[in-house]
């Protein structure tokens, strides 16, 4: 049988690199990504924003899902997965910046769903051989529009993702 905190420095090793994956894909993709695709002509812009947002979905979805494996199993393993559902998580210094991180998480979770399931599809919708102008201008102003809207997510996600790994610096402090 391991011991507990064996178990426990596991954990702790699987959420900080996921944290720095995270972490470090949306700061590549709000920082370098995007404004290099806003210099790249619209219909260029289009293709490679669809092939590397792919890659970053993957990385960041898998990233999301180890940080909430370990994170609420290293709760369990501590004995306070209970308090952070409790009051205690707002009445305990130490369990607020837990829940902060618990919080930005959720944040990203949402937010990371929504971006996956408008590029599946609209973003990299293929429209049959028999589809008309009239589709094609459809398809173009729907991309735009959740193009626009990733946009602003991006920034959203870039605060919840730092405030998320904030809350778990502070809370090893
Ligand atoms: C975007 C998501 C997250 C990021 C970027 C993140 C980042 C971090 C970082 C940088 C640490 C400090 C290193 C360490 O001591 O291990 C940490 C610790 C921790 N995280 Fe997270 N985390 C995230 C999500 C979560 C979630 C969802 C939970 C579950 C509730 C969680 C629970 C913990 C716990 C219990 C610690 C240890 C705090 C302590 O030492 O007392 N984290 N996290």
Request: glycine share 8%; proline share 3%; aromatic share 12%.
């Amino acid at each position: 049988m391991m011991h507990p905190y064996t178990w426990y420095r596991i954990l702790r090793l699987i959420h900080i690199y996921s944290a720095i994956v995270l972490v470090g894909a949306i700061i590549f993709n709000t920082v370098v990504l995007m404004p290099a695709l806003r210099r790249i002509p619209p219909a260029h812009s289009a293709v490679v924003s669809q092939k590397i947002g792919g890659g970053l979905m993957t990385l960041g979805g898998w990233a999301i899902v180890l940080l909430g494996v370990t994170g609420f199993s290293r709760l369990w393993v501590l004995g306070q997965l209970r308090h952070v559902f409790s009051w205690e998580v707002i009445r305990l210094p130490h369990l607020r910046w837990d829940l902060l991180m618990m919080v930005s998480w959720f944040g990203l979770l949402v937010t990371g769903a929504l971006s996956a399931i408008w590029y599946k599809t609209i973003l990299t919708r293929k429209l049959p051989y028999s589809a008309g102008l009239r589709d094609l201008e459809e398809r173009r102003a729907a991309q735009q529009k959740v193009a626009a809207w990733q946009d602003r997510l991006a920034y959203f996600n870039l605060s919840l993702a730092l405030l998320a790994a904030l809350g778990g610096i502070l809370a090893s402090f």
